[in-house]
């Protein structure tokens, strides 16, 4: 029966054994007798060819595909087939074959399980996140049973289409789970893919030694990328390595992962996010030459909303390295319109940060501060710490600082994050958080990272400062007049260091007042004396879980 089969080739084909999945599709094609039958066998040889980076192979798959569908079922198989194979969008033919996947009721639970998976990927590789994401969460609402493989890959497409909207922190959870679920089933492929999209989540978190730890395991798991997937888990480490300012770096891994400066390996989409960091990098390193060349392979890609978001980005950054300042606010615009018709809210803040930079070297201060501040604003209702240190950084350059988002983005968190940031200023761990929530650590470190971003904080020591608790002096009663110094400014959230400075003493006298403090109070962390000092906290917008 040929619905098995499809199930059973998926798997085969998710874990990489292109050469297995399509000997048997020949097999059964040689028996098939219906179109629609051999419609479906053909569109999954397509989709195993261009997941193993055997594109000629995939079109000739895809076209057969196309002649033989007889139906609606197989033929909203088939045009979905054809976007993964040449990553247009919309479809060849027109119509709109992912939302005609989600109604159609004449799919039998094989073809279907193996049908939206690959419209997932269809959408993924066309950019279209929101619809990504819909049919992600619709496939894991069902119990399909063909394939063990595509139901953790969804969940981490799932992530992916999150992430790349800016909702980080829901990213982090999907991906949680996914990593849990990969590591159960054992499979090589989906570990990857999940341990990729972690490292590009923890880049926005800037928890930089996990992206490069996370980047090592990825590499270490296949050194010498071939095939859709380990191509793609490489390619999404050098996107958070180039998120952390580990340019060069992130850089090289394109080139490698890539197959070379034509980028032959990956689809359109990633490869204009491919050409953006090469022509960033080498911006960076001086030689603009090297940036143009990579402007000009990029400038071509520009064939639906998120794949021109990311080309206009590239010359935009170009356009300004060259002095062309009017263009480079220009392009940067238009790649933030772009990028938020695609629903990628996320590359819209970093659009916007290059369009302040574009404005500053223009001349226009006021409007690139203004500028930057409001992608640092937006940057911390999506939790992209990392797109916001960015744009403080480039505020740094005019001379301002980043305006403090205490008390105001409290209102801005969701009620899990408020529930872990109040737990952590009430002096819980991670572990501990986690096991009271349900969740695993990596999640609580997440939305921890989320909410102190949200709040201005810069440790959880420094949470119940930021929530705009008042100082209650009678708590200070038993304390001598430095230790009362001293705990207000740990309250704060200031370290040893800064206490030094501040009141002209030296760290190891911090150190001893500190101590002090903890042994009159009872408390046992920096978190506990905030917490002694400062009114009580706010209640979180529901109960705890």
Known sequence: MASSVLGECLDLVLEARTDEALDRLRHELSRADAAGRRSRLAAMAAFAC???????????????????????????????????????????????????LRSDPLWTEEDGCVATYIAIEAAMSAGRLVEAEHL??????????????????????????????GRVSEAAEAIARATVEAEANDGAPARMLAASTSAYIEALLENVAEVERLTAFVIALDPEPITYITVGSHLLCAFGLGAVGLTDRAAELVLHAAGGPALPRLQTVDRAYGYELL?????????LRAARGWGRRAAPLQIHDMAAAAVERTLSRIDVASGQTESGVERAAISAARALVAGGRLDATRARVLEAAALAAAGARASAVAGFRGAADEADLLGAAAVRSWSGRELRRLG?????????????????EQQIALLAAEGFSNRMIGKALFLSERTVQSHLSRALAALGATSRAAIPAS???????????????????????VAEGCSNRAISERLGISDKTVEKHVQAIFARWHVSSRTGIANRVLSPLPAPQGRLA
């Not at 000739?60 to 088939?78: F, G, H, I, M, Q």
């Not at 022509?279 to 030689?287: F, K, L, P, S, Y």
């Not at 301002?400 to 899990?416: D, T």
């Open 50 to 100: 261009s997941l193993g980076s055997r594109h000629p192979e995939a079109r000739d798959w895809a076209a057969l595909a196309r002649a033989e569908a007889d139906d609606p079922a197989s033929r909203a198989l088939a045009t979905a087939t054809t976007i993964v194979t040449t990553c247009l969008a919309p479809p060849l033919d027109g119509g709109d074959s992912t939302s005609e």
């Open 467 to 489: 929530l705009g608790r008042s100082r209650d002096q009678a708590q200070l009663s038993g304390l001598t007049d430095r230790q009362q110094q001293v705990a207000g400014l």
């Open 400 to 416: 301002r600082r980043l305006r403090p988002s205490a008390g105001s983005g409290w209102q801005a968190l969701s009620e899990r």
């Open 279 to 287: 022509a960033t990098a080498a911006i960076e390193r001086g030689d």
């Open 136 to 165: 992600a969460r619709d496939y894991l609402e069902r119990v399909w049973v063909a394939s063990t493989q595509a139901p953790i890959l969804a969940r981490v497409a799932l992530a992916r289409a999150l992430v790349f909207q």
